[in-house]
């Protein structure tokens, strides 16, 4: 008796399994097609214009550095300096800022570290030609993608941003506005610790204009994208690969979530479906 149960138990985990299995293959399938949020109404959807506007984003950042490391290999400069150590770091001497080297400060302003004594920590004690050529490459690139970035914020970011700046009541008090610029402080371009400063003077229309441009670029996708709208429908032809991936993306992302709810349903189904044509069990 007790075998019989226990291959009854193990019979009905093989069918759980295999039933879920299946329900959820199913529904991913049926997902993938069923949930399309790549429109709102007749214009793209929020989920797509952010999937665009963050592939578009990687894309230029690493192009911009990419593009950096090529001028600095490419230049005349850079090429004639050879292995000479210190005409590598004339070179980083000229260009100190496109290195991210500056002279360090503290808070009231006063210098700490002079420039020259930044760089030479950079270039290093002794440095080989070769060593310091790949630092200046890579740190020549990074930097430019980290400029490049400073264009881009994150898509939740902006769009939560350009919400909320919606619904700022035009008499809102002081302390709504502070708490607005506060919790955005990064995306406005305030300060942390000066809040107070970028905030006094300004009316709360002057703050929403200031999140208006701030979140624009997500506007600007959501204008290309209806380039690929026609009568309620999405025309990937001649689409750019960031809008395909967009698409792509937006469409799996759907189709995951529509999934996990009805393709665990499909499961069940097929679960009782095979409950229903099992041999009975011989006590």
């Given at each position: 008796?007790?075998?019989a149960?226990?291959?009854?138990?193990?019979r009905?985990?093989?069918?759980?399994?295999?039933?879920?299995?299946?329900?959820?293959a199913?529904?991913?399938?049926?997902?993938?097609?069923?949930s399309?949020?790549?429109?709102?109404?007749?214009?793209?959807?929020?989920a797509?214009?952010k999937r665009?506007?963050?592939?578009?984003?990687?894309?230029?950042?690493?192009?911009?550095?990419?593009?950096a490391?090529?001028?600095?290999?490419?230049?005349?400069?850079?090429k004639?300096?050879?292995?000479?150590?210190t005409k590598?770091?004339?070179?980083?001497?000229?260009?100190a800022?496109?290195?991210?080297?500056?002279?360090e400060?503290?808070a009231?302003g006063?210098?700490?570290k002079?420039l020259?004594k930044?760089?030479?920590e950079f270039?290093?004690k002794?440095?080989?030609?070769?060593?310091l050529?790949?630092?200046?490459e890579?740190?020549f690139?990074?930097?430019?993608?980290?400029?490049?970035?400073?264009?881009?914020k994150?898509?939740?970011?902006?769009?939560?941003l350009?919400?909320?700046?919606?619904?700022?009541?035009?008499?809102a008090?002081?302390?709504?506005?502070?708490?607005f610029?506060?919790?955005?402080?990064e995306?406005?371009?305030a300060?942390?610790d000066?809040?107070?400063?970028?905030?006094?003077?300004?009316?709360?229309?002057?703050?929403?204009e200031l999140?208006k441009?701030?979140?624009?670029?997500?506007?600007?996708?959501?204008?290309?994208?209806?380039?690929?709208?026609?009568?309620g429908?999405i025309?990937?032809?001649g689409?750019t690969?960031a809008?395909?991936k967009?698409?792509?993306?937006t469409?799996l992302w759907?189709?995951?979530?529509?999934?996990?709810g009805v393709?665990?349903a499909?499961?069940?189904?097929s679960?009782?479906?095979?409950?229903?044509?099992e041999?009975?069990?011989e006590?």
């Amino acid at each position: 008796m007790v075998d019989a149960v226990n291959n009854n138990n193990n019979r009905n985990a093989v069918y759980t399994a295999a039933g879920a299995g299946v329900g959820l293959a199913a529904g991913a399938g049926y997902g993938a097609w069923l949930s399309k949020p790549l429109l709102k109404g007749d214009a793209p959807s929020d989920a797509f214009v952010k999937r665009y506007y963050d592939n578009d984003a990687k894309d230029t950042i690493a192009k911009a550095g990419e593009d950096a490391k090529k001028t600095l290999t490419e230049s005349p400069t850079y090429k004639a300096a050879g292995d000479d150590v210190t005409k590598l770091t004339d070179i980083i001497k000229g260009n100190a800022e496109k290195y991210g080297l500056k002279a360090e400060v503290d808070a009231d302003g006063k210098v700490t570290k002079e420039l020259d004594k930044v760089i030479e920590e950079f270039v290093g004690k002794d440095a080989k030609a070769d060593e310091l050529k790949a630092k200046m490459e890579k740190t020549f690139a990074e930097v430019a993608e980290e400029n490049a970035t400073k264009g881009f914020k994150d898509s939740k970011k902006l769009s939560a941003l350009a919400k909320e700046a919606e619904a700022l009541a035009a008499d809102a008090n002081a302390e709504t506005v502070k708490s607005f610029v506060t919790k955005h402080a990064e995306v406005l371009g305030a300060e942390a610790d000066k809040i107070d400063d970028f905030v006094n003077g300004k009316t709360v229309d002057q703050i929403k204009e200031l999140a208006k441009t701030a979140s624009k670029p997500l506007t600007e996708k959501a204008d290309e994208l209806k380039g690929f709208i026609k009568d309620g429908k999405i025309n990937l032809e001649g689409a750019t690969e960031a809008v395909k991936k967009a698409a792509k993306d937006t469409k799996l992302w759907a189709g995951a979530k529509w999934a996990a709810g009805v393709g665990a349903a499909l499961g069940i189904a097929s679960y009782i479906g095979a409950k229903m044509t099992e041999g009975k069990e011989e006590a």
